[in-house]
């Protein structure tokens, strides 16, 4: 999983155009990268939540699909569409710069995700807590209290990152990467917040545990969550999660943290 970065606190909901930006640049012969801000701050990733759903909306002739990243989205052509890389770079200039400064309405459906937070299903939370200079309740209050927005969904098959995380979490990923992280674990690492769909490894902080599935291929929409959507966590006690789970958490600590 990528260090995500960032360099400001809580954004606006407004994508104002930055000097020198948008840059249209090719990606092989059916597609181009439109960037839109040179580092991955809320700035940036509200321009690319406005073009990416612009483009949903109202997609350029012949385009396959648009896929949103940290800096950038990606906008494929479909081979018979007849790409013209320099006609297809100026329509996309002009709409990103359009789009930049207007307010970028919460379309996103709001999810709430329950988690329980520490002892076996967040075992990061404690040395974390310590050394961020915050109690452990203090550490899920302020994990708990925004209204997160998906940025973008990679890395895994729903893996969902979200921001702005308040300031004082902001840390670096673990200098050692676990090799299996259970599915469903709520991890922080640089600015960002997520939840782990599938079991995998990965070098975030585990700080708890949801029981609701990220990823279901056999879902008509596998991914729970999308770009532009919000998320809150809610803290919930291990006794909801045994009885969401189907049997004693409390009983088999080791069993319930899937270790």
Known sequence: MSGPGGRSGVPSEQAPAGPGWPRVLPAGDGAVWVQLGPVADPTTRLRVLALWRDLRRRPLAGMEEAVPGSTSVLVCFRPEAGFDPERVGQALAQRARRLAGQTVAARGRTQ???????????????????????SPQELVRLHSRPVYRVWMVGFLPGFAYMGPLDRRLWVPRRSTPRTRVPAGSVAIAGDQTGIYPVESPGGWHVIGRTWISL?????????????????????????????????????????????
């Open 215 to 259: 990823w279901d291929a056999g879902r008509a929409r596998p991914a729970l969550l999308r770009p532009g959507d919000r998320v809150r966590f809610v803290a919930a006690s291990a006794e909801q999660a045994a009885q969401a789970w189907g049997w004693d958490a409390l009983g088999d600590p080791g069993r319930a943290a899937g270790l």
């Open 112 to 134: 709430t995700i329950p988690v329980v937070y520490g002892g076996p299903f967040g075992p990061d939370l404690p040395e974390l807590a310590e050394r961020l200079g915050l």
